[in-house]
């Protein structure tokens, strides 16, 4: 059923991985870009097939992204073929891992903050309003591809920025930018959220939309906490992340399994954005003491305020027919 579809969806994503990052190795940026704009253009284009022309409802979902990270991984094999070989460096694998390892709960306590919602709204709440989060979730995920479409250029050029002398100041002027960028970028999703599911989506799922807002302000500060991680990856401090994603996931499943029996989707959703609130200030906390970076506080909470205030005043405009 659906577990199944989400499982194998994750597995083909992960195998996407390693094609990817030999082509930034060989630094093939414009080739690693075109395989992510057709990803998401499959993405895009089979989720909504399926679910407003074949009526596949919450499998389409997980449909969609099996199908758009099966064409990734065929392009990225195709083009990276000649890079592998069958050969192994025990040192370098010894020295992977001792990095690496760290990351493994990370990527799992990552995953039971995005999934446990959906998990709680199954047991607590109706299938239609499952079907109605899973949609709006999705489209409010669209900042998680900005993010990390970010990160893969920034973590190769921050490594090499770290070594100047006056790195520290490099990294806060270009998180400057980067907040101005995630900050439009989720406005503008926030504000045009009704129409992008009456592209996606049947009539029936429009109520869904009312809480992308929510899930675009998780995913910003789900980038805030991504850049300050700059910090402690220089520093190679691979134990903060996972000993915070973990408080952050047992938080999180305690906010849901509260809050999701009296407020449904909303409850999730505001679960998710506390969730990384929590994360994002924590790791920045951590990465100033190890690394320290002049960005305060207030810069990134003036990012979160601005763009709500922002989006709050266009609805009072009726710039935006969310609460039509």
Do not use: C
Not at 128 to 136: F, H, I, P, R, T
Not at 189 to 203: D, I, K
């Amino acid at each position: 059923g659906v577990a199944r579809l989400m499982l194998l969806s994750t597995l083909v994503t992960s195998l996407t991985d390693v094609p990817a990052a030999a082509l930034r190795i060989r630094g093939r940026a414009a080739a690693f870009a075109i395989v992510a704009v057709l990803r998401s253009a499959a993405m895009i284009a089979v989720t909504w097939y399926l679910l407003a022309v074949s009526q596949r409802g919450l499998a389409a979902v997980f449909e969609g992204t099996l199908a758009a990270s099966s064409v990734a991984l065929l392009l990225l094999l195709a083009l990276t073929v000649g890079s592998y070989a069958p050969a192994i460096s025990w040192r370098e694998l010894l020295a992977m891992l001792r990095f690496g390892l760290p990351f493994v709960p990370v990527l799992f306590f990552t995953w039971v903050i995005d999934f446990s919602d959906r998990y709680f709204l199954g047991a607590h709440a109706s299938l239609d309003e499952l079907g109605l989060y899973a949609v709006g979730y999705k489209i409010g995920q669209l900042l998680l591809l900005a993010v990390r479409a970010f990160m893969v250029a920034w973590i190769p050029l921050m490594f090499s920025i770290a070594r100047r002398h006056e790195a520290p100041q490099v990294f806060a002027d270009v998180f400057r930018y980067y907040a101005m960028g995630l900050g439009w970028l989720g406005l503008g999703v926030a504000l045009f959220s009704p129409e992008a599911v009456g592209v996606l989506a049947t009539a029936p799922y429009q109520a869904g939309a009312g809480v992308i807002p929510l899930i675009v302000l998780a995913y910003v500060l789900y980038g805030v906490y991504s850049f300050m991680l700059s910090g402690l990856l220089v520093t190679k401090d691979v134990w903060v992340q996972p000993v915070t994603l973990t408080i952050a996931a047992m938080a999180n499943a305690a906010l849901n399994w509260w809050w999701i029996p009296l407020a449904g989707m909303w409850g999730a959703a505001w679960s998710t954005v506390l969730s990384y609130g929590l994360v994002a200030v924590v790791t920045w906390r951590a990465a100033q003491r190890r690394y320290p970076i002049p960005i305060p506080a207030g810069s990134w909470l003036r990012l979160v305020l601005v763009g709500g205030g922002l989006y709050v005043g266009a609805q009072w405009l009726g710039l935006s027919p969310v609460w039509k």
